[in-house]
């Protein structure tokens, strides 16, 4: 079997991109300022983090926890309560710029969706759709450019060399609207925890997003829970057991992995193994000194489980090559029995394309000294466009309606659409129409522009929900949050791509084979020679700014 890859196939299969250096985040990760500097966090007074007001919802089957376990719904709530009492828009156009996964949306004129929402806020929603491969290059001109910005904008994680400069000089300044009790004036965004804040970060010690949150856990491991009982393979497992598993799963026409990335910053199969070995999350910090994880003995630990299993073959031969999309319709129809995906796959459409075939669940780390890798919090962040504070706080309110928790009418209509149209309610739970995989939140990304806090509850698949919440109690306790989040490197922004180089074209050797394993220290010791050395410097000064 050919195992040959190139290091850009490499990089989408350990998501290097996010991985080669701290992985900062959102925010704090784009900017090319020094410490010190405009858009530098250290040596300035700090706007306190929103004030943290939780919306009590309906009473969940199982609670969630401060481990990350979400609350846990198996039916859906015999009723919902108004959390927008005031009027939202004054009938104002609203122009948005978010990105998008999917087919572009049907013209507003056609779509009851697209309608509905309009009404609920108040304003006039223009929406620009940018398709993800035309983002990057979308975003870089829009910030090149003089020209007017949209009323909002949805930033990703996609790094984006000086994002964090063009926010601060051409985006609100939010810090008085949303920093510290101030947020109470906007109950839905004061009711985003925490964490999500923290992840998406500070420009210069101030508040100029809101964040769009997103559950603890990072990439995980899916698996054909139906495949693995035949096989006789336990829910918890040694590092030999799981090797064994997938060797196992091999054979006839299936592999027992199909390594993938997902899109933005998604660590792929480096965030499952590294995890399982005891790596740190992408950074550790000791005595207020950052190292990375990749030179750990840990990590060290992870490729070389990685590399066993492409000596046995046990990956699905086109994996480098295939996209995300036919990978996971792999996963699907049971071609492979393993994936790693964003934590996010975790949802009804997913669910509903493996149509019984069998029973899905998420792998649980395998080491006996696991620290599984939490995520940043985020999914991205929006930013408002400058003006009155008549109209920011207009803007907000839009926000804020779109962020409503579940469980509200709001958080319904966002979601789900108008009920006997795109959805309805039979026995306790939600069923979706034709009519909703027409028109829905992800075809016309409302939920990129405001979300709710997540909760688990999955129309049409409570098994799996319940299969879910039980992975991560058993999981997320020893789960561990990368001390980077939320922090900003000038060095990264600068070399971030000659860092990753260093690091993809290291992996590639060692994993498939072209180099032992022994030769990574030397490849860890020319990435901290280019420059990741000075990211560490950079991350601990921002550190000690934050604390």
Same mark, same amino acid.
């Given at each position: 079997?050919?195992?040959?890859?190139?290091?850009?196939?490499?990089?989408? @299969?350990?998501?290097?991109?996010?991985?080669?250096?701290?992985?900062?985040?959102?925010?704090?990760?784009?900017?090319?300022?020094?410490?010190?500097?405009?858009?530098?966090?250290?040596?300035?007074?700090?706007?306190?983090?929103?004030?943290?007001?939780?919306?009590?919802?309906?009473?969940?089957?199982?609670?969630?926890?401060?481990?990350?376990?979400?609350?846990?719904?198996?039916?859906?709530?015999?009723?919902?309560?108004?959390?927008? +009492?005031?009027?939202?828009?004054? $009938?104002?156009?609203?122009?948005?710029?978010?990105?998008?996964?999917?087919?572009?949306?049907?013209?507003?004129?056609?779509?009851?969706?697209?309608?509905?929402?309009?009404?609920?806020?108040?304003?006039?929603?223009?929406?620009?759709?940018?398709?993800?491969?035309?983002?990057?290059?979308?975003?870089?001109?829009?910030?090149?450019?003089?020209?007017?910005?949209?009323? &909002?904008?949805?930033?990703?994680?996609?790094?984006?060399?000086?994002?964090?400069?063009?926010?601060?000089?051409?985006?609100?300044?939010?810090?008085?609207?949303?920093?510290?009790?101030?947020?109470?004036?906007?109950?839905?965004?004061?009711?985003?925890?925490?964490?999500? %804040?923290?992840? &998406?970060?500070?420009?210069?010690?101030?508040?100029?997003?809101?964040?769009?949150?997103?559950?603890?856990?990072?990439?995980?491991?899916?698996?054909?829970?139906?495949?693995?009982?035949?096989?006789?393979?336990?829910?918890?497992?040694?590092?030999?057991?799981?090797?064994?598993?997938?060797?196992?799963?091999? $054979?006839?026409?299936? %592999?027992?992995?199909?390594?993938?990335?997902?899109?933005?910053?998604? @660590?792929?199969?480096?965030?499952?193994?590294?995890?399982?070995?005891?790596?740190?999350?992408?950074?550790?910090?000791?005595?207020?000194?950052?190292?990375?994880?990749?030179?750990?003995?840990?990590?060290?630990?992870? @490729?070389?489980? &990685?590399?066993?299993?492409?000596?046995?073959?046990?990956?699905?031969?086109?994996?480098?090559?295939?996209?995300?999309?036919?990978?996971?319709?792999?996963?699907?129809?049971?071609?492979?029995?393993?994936?790693?995906?964003?934590?996010?796959?975790?949802?009804?459409?997913?669910?509903?394309?493996?149509?019984?075939?069998?029973?899905?669940?998420?792998?649980?780390?395998?080491?006996?000294?696991?620290?599984?890798?939490?995520?940043?919090?985020?999914? $991205?962040?929006?930013?408002?466009?400058?003006?009155?504070?008549?109209?920011?706080?207009?803007?907000?309110?839009?926000?804020?309606?779109?962020?409503?928790?579940?469980?509200?009418?709001?958080?319904?209509?966002?979601?789900?659409?108008?009920?006997? /149209? +795109?959805?309805?309610?039979?026995?306790?739970?939600?069923?979706?129409?034709?009519?909703?995989?027409?028109?829905?939140?992800?075809?016309?990304?409302?939920?990129?522009?405001?979300?709710?806090?997540?909760?688990?509850?999955?129309?049409?698949?409570?098994?799996?929900?319940?299969?879910? +919440?039980?992975?991560?109690?058993?999981?997320?306790?020893?789960?561990?949050?990368?001390?980077?989040?939320?922090?900003?490197?000038?060095?990264?922004?600068?070399?971030?791509?000659?860092?990753?180089?260093?690091?993809?074209?290291?992996?590639?050797?060692?994993?498939?084979?072209?180099?032992?394993?022994?030769? %990574?220290?030397?490849?860890?010791?020319?990435?901290?020679?280019?420059?990741?050395?000075?990211?560490?410097?950079?991350?601990?000064? /921002?550190?000690?700014?934050?604390?």
């Amino acid at each position: 079997m050919d195992h040959r890859i190139d290091r850009r196939s490499l990089l989408r @299969l350990t998501g290097l991109g996010a991985l080669g250096l701290a992985a900062p985040s959102l925010l704090s990760a784009c900017g090319g300022s020094a410490p010190g500097g405009g858009v530098s966090n250290a040596g300035k007074d700090l706007t306190p983090w929103p004030t943290h007001v939780p919306f009590p919802g309906p009473t969940p089957d199982a609670p969630g926890d401060g481990s990350g376990v979400q609350p846990l719904y198996l039916t859906y709530p015999d009723r919902t309560v108004r959390s927008v +009492h005031d009027p939202v828009g004054d $009938g104002s156009d609203v122009t948005v710029l978010v990105v998008s996964y999917g087919a572009p949306p049907k013209p507003v004129g056609d779509n009851r969706y697209w309608q509905a929402i309009n009404a609920a806020l108040g304003v006039n929603l223009e929406v620009t759709v940018v398709p993800d491969p035309e983002y990057g290059q979308k975003m870089a001109t829009l910030m090149a450019s003089g020209d007017d910005l949209p009323d &909002m904008i949805m930033f990703t994680n996609l790094a984006l060399p000086h994002a964090a400069e063009f926010v601060q000089a051409r985006c609100a300044d939010l810090s008085e609207f949303v920093g510290g009790d101030a947020v109470k004036e906007f109950p839905n965004l004061a009711n985003i925890p925490t964490h999500a %804040w923290q992840g &998406m970060g500070r420009i210069g010690g101030r508040l100029h997003g809101i964040p769009l949150e997103r559950p603890t856990p990072a990439n995980s491991l899916f698996v054909n829970r139906t495949a693995m009982d035949a096989a006789g393979i336990p829910k918890d497992w040694t590092t030999e057991q799981y090797l064994d598993a997938m060797k196992e799963l091999t $054979g006839d026409r299936r %592999w027992g992995v199909g390594w993938f990335k997902t899109l933005f910053g998604g @660590l792929g199969a480096v965030t499952y193994h590294a995890g399982s070995t005891g790596a740190p999350n992408s950074w550790s910090v000791e005595d207020g000194a950052f190292t990375h994880t990749t030179t750990t003995p840990q990590f060290q630990q992870a @490729l070389e489980v &990685m590399r066993e299993l492409v000596e046995a073959g046990t990956h699905y031969p086109d994996s480098l090559t295939t996209s995300s999309t036919d990978m996971q319709s792999h996963f699907h129809n049971g071609t492979v029995a393993s994936i790693n995906d964003g934590f996010g796959s975790v949802n009804p459409s997913f669910l509903n394309k493996i149509n019984g075939r069998f029973a899905p669940d998420l792998g649980r780390p395998y080491g006996p000294q696991a620290t599984p890798w939490q995520s940043n919090g985020t999914f $991205g962040y929006v930013t408002v466009k400058k003006a009155d504070p008549a109209r920011v706080k207009l803007l907000l309110r839009v926000v804020d309606y779109l962020s409503a928790p579940f469980g509200t009418e709001e958080y319904e209509l966002a979601n789900y659409g108008v009920e006997g /149209e +795109h959805f309805t309610k039979e026995a306790g739970g939600i069923q979706l129409t034709d009519l909703y995989g027409q028109e829905n939140n992800s075809l016309l990304p409302t939920k990129y522009i405001g979300v709710a806090p997540s909760v688990l509850y999955l129309p049409g698949h409570p098994d799996v929900a319940k299969a879910v +919440h039980d992975w991560q109690k058993a999981t997320l306790p020893r789960s561990v949050r990368n001390p980077g989040t939320g922090l900003r490197s000038a060095t990264e922004a600068s070399r971030s791509a000659q860092l990753n180089q260093v690091l993809g074209d290291g992996i590639t050797a060692v994993v498939f084979g072209r180099k032992p394993l022994s030769a %990574w220290p030397d490849v860890v010791a020319q990435w901290r020679q280019a420059g990741g050395d000075r990211v560490a410097e950079e991350l601990a000064a /921002e550190h000690a700014a934050n604390r």
